[in-house]
């Protein structure tokens, strides 16, 4: 059983690195800033019997994520890490800027190489799980939910999907691309056909539906339309073909191309923009599926879509069943400053920095050590 569905069950507080599988040379200080371990050598050797406590903050209202990665992480490899005191919030918590989320008391030897670490994780996982939860707030404001899909896969390294899918799923999103996406929270990656099948069938989209269908039939069956750029054509032909068997149908159009049905329908042009998946052009596909009887079949679009977009899309009220959402998604913009504030229980900081007694912040409890 995974450790997600343990956490959900009540059985434990918090992921650990049985879930997160950290690089062992952290250990080494391998991915530490060098000045932290010449300080930690210095502590060390002159200043032994120190006790900080190193506090942590951003400077945006955000959904918290990453204090499960970032307390495992000190409960890998701090020294002896049941000494240290570890309050914390917890990922999908709203927090305000300036807010203290989390403060570690303790020998600064024993964990202050760790601080850069810590700050780059909290910000990555931050930042993502405030980006899907706008992008899905922007999604349900004309007063339905419309789910997003998490399509980030080509939009950074892979080695990011599984902190990424989590922090994602902390942000609202439920539906995700890969199975690596998936693996820190639990289920498996979702998706159905690339513009690369269709290639494969010279661009045949009803012959790449029907070879889909047959190779995996219990899927629901979802097409992509947009490779001939000739959406509402081909939609038409793959519901004409499998009928109550059509589940949906994805629109990918490129922002640089007008959808084929506007070069048909020229006097419907000079009002709007007519590039890639806009608007219009979804309006005009639902009403052609309603009129040949295939009101049950799901629009499903993606490329380009941002929060503002969405937005924009639910507030004229566009026949849009699902968004996939990928590179929007994946902007750092929420950065984490970690900051000595107290030595010996007593007020000692750079200036403009100072204690922040949070009383959201809850005690951690030292399990043992992280595997």
Same mark, same amino acid.
């Given at each position: 059983?995974?450790?997600?569905?343990?956490?959900?069950?009540?059985?434990?507080s918090?992921?650990?690195?049985?879930?997160?599988?950290?690089?062992?040379?952290?250990a080494?200080?391998?991915f530490?800033?060098v000045?932290?371990?010449?300080?930690?050598?210095?502590?060390e050797?002159?200043?032994?019997?120190?006790?900080?406590?190193? +506090?942590?903050?951003?400077?945006?209202?955000?959904?918290?994520?990453?204090?499960d990665?970032?307390?495992?992480?000190i409960?890998?490899f701090a =020294?002896?890490?049941?000494?240290l =005191?570890?309050?914390?919030?917890?990922d999908?918590?709203?927090i305000?800027?300036y807010?203290?989320?989390?403060?570690?008391?303790?020998?600064?030897?024993?964990?202050?190489?760790?601080?850069?670490i810590?700050?780059?994780?909290?910000?990555?996982?931050?930042?993502?799980?405030t980006?899907?939860?706008?992008?899905?707030?922007?999604?349900?404001?004309?007063?339905?939910?419309?789910?997003?899909?998490?399509?980030?896969d080509?939009?950074?390294?892979?080695?990011? +999907?599984?902190?990424?899918?989590?922090?994602?799923?902390?942000?609202?999103?439920?539906?995700?691309?890969?199975?690596?996406?998936?693996?820190?929270w *639990?289920?498996? &990656?979702?998706?159905?056909m690339?513009?690369?099948?269709?290639?494969?069938?010279?661009?045949?989209?009803?012959a790449?539906?029907?070879a889909?269908?047959? +190779?995996?039939?219990?899927?629901?069956?979802?097409?992509?339309?947009?490779?001939?750029?000739?959406?509402?054509?081909?939609?038409?032909?793959?519901?004409?073909?499998?009928?109550?068997?059509?589940?949906?149908v994805?629109?990918?159009?490129?922002?640089?191309?007008?959808?084929?049905?506007?070069?048909?329908?020229q006097?419907?042009?000079?009002?709007?923009?007519?590039? *890639?998946?806009?608007?219009?052009?979804?309006?005009?596909?639902?009403?052609?599926?309603? +009129?040949? &009887?295939?009101?049950?079949?799901?629009?499903?679009?993606?490329? &380009?879509f941002?929060?503002e977009?969405?937005?924009?899309f639910?507030?004229?009220?566009?026949?849009?069943?699902?968004?996939?959402?990928?590179?929007?998604?994946?902007k750092? *913009?929420?950065?984490f400053?970690?900051?000595?504030?107290?030595?010996?229980?007593?007020?000692?900081?750079?200036?403009?920095?100072?204690?922040?007694?949070?009383?959201?912040? =809850?005690?951690?409890?030292?399990?043992?050590?992280?595997?």
């Open positions: 059983m995974k450790e997600i569905a343990l956490k959900l069950n009540g059985e434990i918090r992921l650990t690195n049985k879930t997160f599988k950290f690089d062992e040379r952290v080494e200080g391998w530490s800033a000045y932290f371990l010449k300080t930690r050598d210095i502590v050797n002159h200043l032994p019997d120190n006790k900080v406590t190193m +506090q942590f903050f951003q400077k945006d209202h955000a959904v918290l994520c990453g204090t990665e970032v307390i495992a992480l409960h890998t =020294e002896h890490p049941g000494e =005191e570890i309050h914390s919030l917890k999908g918590d709203k305000s800027p807010e203290t989320v989390l403060t570690v008391t303790g020998p600064y030897q024993y964990f202050g190489f760790l601080e850069g810590i700050d780059g994780i909290l910000a990555r996982r931050t930042s993502v799980a980006n899907v939860y706008n992008v899905v707030k922007a999604a349900r404001s004309s007063g339905k939910q419309k789910p997003i899909i998490f399509m980030g080509r939009d950074d390294h892979f080695t990011q +999907q599984s902190g990424d899918g989590y922090s994602a799923f902390i942000g609202g999103s439920t539906a995700q691309a890969t199975h690596a996406m998936n693996e820190w *639990g289920k498996e &990656g979702m998706g159905t690339p513009h690369a099948l269709i290639q494969m069938f010279k661009g045949d989209v009803v790449a539906t029907k889909y269908h047959q +190779q995996f039939p219990d899927d629901q069956l979802m097409a992509l339309v947009d490779y001939n750029n000739d959406v509402i054509t081909d939609s038409l032909k793959v519901a004409r073909e499998f009928g109550d068997e059509l589940k949906g994805r629109l990918d159009t490129s922002r640089n191309l007008v959808d084929k049905y506007f070069l048909r329908n006097h419907l042009m000079g009002t709007f923009d007519p590039r *890639g998946v806009n608007p219009e052009l979804i309006f005009a596909l639902r009403r052609a599926l309603d +009129q040949e &009887g295939f009101k049950h079949v799901k629009i499903v679009v993606s490329g &380009g941002t929060k977009r969405i937005r924009a639910e507030e004229k009220k566009v026949p849009v069943d699902m968004y996939g959402v990928g590179g929007s998604l994946l750092i *913009g929420i950065g400053t970690g900051d000595n504030v107290l030595i010996d229980g007593e007020p000692e900081a750079k200036e403009g920095r100072r204690y922040k007694h949070n009383p959201r912040l =809850e005690y951690v409890e030292y399990t043992g050590a992280e595997e």
